[in-house]
T-cell receptor
Framework: SAVISQKPSRDICQRGTSLTIQCQVD?????MFWYRQQPGQSLTLIAT?????????ESGFVIDKFPISRPNLTFSTLTVSNMSPEDSSIYLC?????????????FGPGTRLLVL | QKEVEQNSGPLSVPEGAIASLNCTYS??????FFWYRQYSGKSPELIMS????GDKEDGRFTAQLNKASQYVSLLIRDSQPSDSATYLC?????????????FGSGTKLNVKP
């Protein structure tokens, strides 16, 4: 399995501020993704982090609110901008390893964000 | 219609029993199917995957796939209280250069001692 780390593990932020979450993966990982999981809900894909180019965002998520960088194969950041209490959630970084039907996705430990 | 349907539960089973978790999906192009376990306050962890119709066993876990019925299930034999968690089903579909995972909302399993 792939090794994925995230930081910070949790944070409490004030409304209107921004938080950048970092994700580090091991060299097995080819694709990186960012998910949000709101309390009691399942995983919602925010975007696919593309190395050296703009991330690919899912419907309902925009770059101005969730800018993402992936400067190299093993590192990505997600920024939650101009935060509101509705952004309180768990943010998960994931990475996929393997190819074809063997491609498997692994998750980091998550960042628990509370916006006051 | 949701792409991936799971009964939210909770599913309660006594310790030692077989827990049966079910999942239906709408995309007939789905290629691989994954089961993840998520303990409260933790991130999802991979249990197993299945690609071909039929059964696949891994220890106490058996995944069953029926592509014609668009149905995948996970059986947990000899359920233990430590199996109490939310189980997420995730079919995948191949895109240009990677597989996109579609996560269900999960079934919460309670195993009673």
């Amino acid at each position: 399995s792939a090794v994925i780390s995230q930081k910070p593990s949790r944070d409490i932020c004030q409304r209107g501020t921004s938080l950048t979450i970092q994700c580090q993966v091991d060299s097995q990982v080819t694709m990186m993704f960012w998910y949000r999981q709101q309390p009691g809900q399942s995983l919602t894909l925010i975007a696919t982090a593309n190395q050296g180019s703009e991330a690919t965002y899912e419907s309902g998520f925009v770059i101005d609110k969730f800018p993402i960088s992936r400067p190299n194969l093993t590192f990505s950041t997600l920024t939650v901008s101009n935060m509101s209490p509705e952004d309180s959630s768990i943010y998960l970084c994931s990475g996929s390893a393997g190819r074809g039907t063997q491609e498997t996705q692994y998750f980091g430990p998550g960042t628990r964000l509370l916006v006051l | 219609q949701k792409e991936v349907e799971q009964n939210s539960g909770p599913l309660s089973v006594p310790e030692g029993a077989i827990a049966s978790l079910n999942c239906t999906y709408s995309d007939r192009g789905s290629q691989s199917f994954f089961w993840y376990r998520q303990y409260s306050g933790k991130s999802p962890e991979l249990i197993m995957s299945i690609y071909s119709n039929g059964d696949k066993e891994d220890g106490r876990f058996t995944a069953q796939l029926n592509k014609a019925s668009q149905y995948v299930s996970l059986l947990i034999r000899d359920s233990q209280p430590s199996d109490s968690a939310t189980y997420l089903c995730a079919p995948t579909r191949g895109l240009d250069n990677f597989n996109k995972f579609y996560f269900g909302s999960g079934t919460k399993l309670n195993v009673k001692p």
